[in-house]
Structure formats: C-alpha cells, structure tokens
C-alpha cells in the first residue's frame, strides 16, 4: 500500500458523511496498516480491532470539517498521532513502580537526544510508546537476550551480578545489552513514525 501522499479527493469526498463509498475506501487504505501497526507492538488481534474502531470514530467525528493544509503540517503525521495515542491508552497500566519509570525515563531521553537533561519528565504519551517498543523488541530478540537486558538497564543489577544470574561474562552482559538496546532504539523510532 502505498500512504506516501495523501489523497485530497478522498478528503473532500469524505466531508459527506453519507458518502458510503468515500469512507470505505477510507476504511480500505487505513484499516490494515493500523492493524499491522497494533499488532507489530504486541496488542491482541481484539485490542487492535478495538482501535481501529475508536479511530474511525474519531476520524469520522472530525473529517466532514476537516481542512487540508500542507503549510499546517501532514495529514499521514494527524493519523498517526491518533492511531498512537489510541495504542498507548492499552499501555498506561504498564509502568506501575518508580524505579521503572526512572530507567523508562532514561531510555526516553537517550532516545530523544536529552541524554543530559534529567529535568522535565518523560510525558506519559511517551512512557508508553517505549512500552509499545519494550513489547515489539522483547518479540524480536531471544528470551534469554530480553532478560539479561532487562536485569541490566530496567531493574539495574550490576554486570556482575547479571553475569552470575545467567552464566555468562560480564562482557557478554554489556554487548546484549547494548544490542538490545539499539533494537529498541529503532523499534521506538519505528513507532513514532506510525502505521502511514
């Protein structure tokens, strides 16, 4: 499928919303990369219908008065925010202890580029999309890759003492760790692009 552009006729079209036709090629072009997008970050087939839905409310809410204007910003990036902030709501229960919004927060901010400004928190928008992250990278890697990273950066056991837990050198704990980390790097940066 190709979203590269966005079609201003669909738009116009879908401002009648009587227009049976408009909103199922709307539904045609948008369903699928959403629930892809779901699915890629490790929601249930369910939970990903359950979004989509609540999109096309949404969408069908705001479209008839929709105005176009490239100069304003993209109308693939609006979709995509929409469909994000609807994912993260099924994550918002994730982060419950403090040390793992510390190490979330970090993570955040290294991702960003904000490595050195430990002020201004993560908003919870985005402790969710690392959530969506942690869950679409913990998927990609092997189990034992997965825990050794998260003993290291998420619960902060020493190298030493993640070495001990799972037999191996603590070198070894620092090159999982940093290749992981790069995976969810990509994962995080994959997510805020979004489905279009």
């Not at 969710?128 to 990278?137: D, K, N, P, S, V």
Request: hydrophobic share 40%.
């Amino acid at each position: 499928m190709n979203c590269e552009t966005t079609d201003l006729n669909l738009l116009k079209s879908l401002k009648d919303i009587e227009n049976t036709d408009a909103w199922s090629r709307f539904d045609q072009l948008y369903r699928l990369p959403i629930v892809t997008q779901c699915r890629s970050v490790g929601l249930t087939l369910d939970q990903a219908e359950e979004v989509v839905q609540e999109c096309f409310i949404k969408w069908f809410r705001y479209l008839p008065s929709f105005e176009y204007s490239a100069a304003v910003g993209r109308f693939r990036e609006w979709l995509n925010l929409t469909v994000n902030q609807l994912i993260a709501g099924h994550f918002q229960a994730s982060i419950r202890s403090d040390q793992l919004k510390t190490a979330y927060a970090a993570l955040v901010r290294n991702f960003s580029g904000t490595d050195g400004e430990p002020t201004g928190s993560p908003s919870v928008f985005e402790y969710e999309l690392i959530t969506m992250a942690f869950r679409r990278t913990q998927a990609e890697v092997e189990p034992k890759s997965w825990q050794v990273f998260e003993a290291y950066v998420i619960h902060g056991l020493k190298s030493n003492e993640v070495a001990w837990q799972f037999g191996v050198s603590a070198i070894s704990v620092r090159v999982t760790t940093h290749r992981v980390r790069k995976i969810l790097q990509r994962n995080w940066r994959l997510i805020q692009e979004g489905p279009f």
